[in-house]
């Protein structure tokens, strides 16, 4: 198995950040983002601090890699997953997409080597979620 | 009304890492998700949207943010303001006051919440995946839909159009989508000026 991350949205931490502020604040979203975006360090405040379990502030993203895997891994993570996207690019080669919710709730629930090359592919992208993520499996 | 695209990924950042890959456009759109914020949109409007499924929205919460000013933040409809503006006026007047006084008196937000009528304002942000899109401009955009989703869904398409002019050419109501209405009897008769309007 071999993954390779190719595509995601731009700056998926600062949109998770304004996600959580737009539902607690009198502030519109596009003006939390736009400030958001200019405030690296905030947005590292916001995101560090995550410890909820209402998981669709983490689904305004999407990642996409490339899977390297056979039949049996895809139907294995679409049974487990329903939130993951699949296209075959020819014989075992997959174009594979998610948001990081589906990311962290596959990773955490059932590891294994898909489970595990998801989160180092996202840990420099998102780096504070993926400390999140690390301190939820363990 | 206030719609802005703020986030997608560019069709272009997968389709450089795959030359030879033969994807169409309904396998590429269902690997791409366009963030939107949305302000200053009524309730009434928010809860057709949340009834497309595969999407995500994050909301702004009527139990931690507290309605001030109602009178000023209400979407009212043109053929309310054209015909009843006092009933809805007076109306909306005494939710605010009821709602203040709930609030006053120490009720939490969570319950006083309840006497905010379907006009109140709201912001959230949604994601959708490209095909949800489609699926959402087929049965918004149509001239069936309500008012103010339909406006929504128009300025939406509008946006991503601009984002990725290819993908969404052929995107609209489901009779610009599929060259015939799907609405049987309740079809507006006039498909031809809608497929017009939408053609790029």
């Known amino acids: ?138 | 009304m206030k719609v802005k695209l703020l986030s997608y990924q560019p069709s272009m950042d997968i389709l450089s890492h795959l030359p030879a890959a033969k994807l169409s456009e309904k396998e590429l759109l269902g690997h791409l998700s366009f963030t939107f914020a949305l302000e200053g949109i009524s309730r009434a409007c928010s809860h057709q949207l949340v009834r497309h499924r595969v999407a995500s929205f994050s909301q702004q919460s009527q139990r931690y943010i507290q309605v001030r000013m109602l009178k000023t933040h209400v979407v009212a409809p043109p053929s309310v303001t054209a015909k009843s503006p006092k009933i809805f006026d007076s109306l909306i007047g005494q939710a605010s006051n009821a709602y203040q006084a709930l609030v006053d008196a120490g009720i939490p937000g969570e319950d006083a919440r309840f006497v905010l009528p379907n006009a109140t304002e709201t912001n959230l942000l949604v994601t959708m995946d490209g095909r949800s899109l489609m699926h959402f401009f087929g049965l918004r955009c149509c001239i069936r839909a309500q008012w103010e989703v339909k406006e929504l869904s128009d300025e939406m398409l509008r946006q991503v159009r601009e984002a990725e002019p290819e993908l969404f050419s052929g995107a609209g109501p489901y009779c610009c989508q599929l060259g015939r209405c799907p609405e049987g009897r309740f079809t507006c008769g006039r498909m031809g000026e809608v497929v017009e309007k939408y053609r790029v």
């Open chain 1, 1 to 138: 198995m071999r993954l390779t991350l190719i595509a995601r949205t731009p700056n998926p931490e600062a949109m998770i950040a304004a996600a959580m502020l737009t539902t607690t604040s009198g502030v519109k979203p596009s003006t939390i983002y736009e400030r958001l975006q200019a405030n690296p360090e905030k947005v590292n405040d916001i995101v560090s601090r995550l410890e909820v379990q209402h998981g669709s502030i983490l689904e305004h993203n999407r990642l996409v890699w490339i899977l390297e895997a056979d039949e049996q891994l895809v139907l294995d993570t679409l049974l487990k997953n329903k939130f993951f996207t699949f296209t075959r690019l020819g014989s075992g080669r997959w174009l594979m997409s998610a948001n990081l919710r589906a990311i962290l709730e596959y990773s955490e629930e059932h590891g294994g080597d898909l489970g595990d090359s998801l989160l180092d592919s996202i840990c420099t992208v998102v780096p504070n979620v993926n400390c999140f993520a690390e301190r939820r499996r363990a």
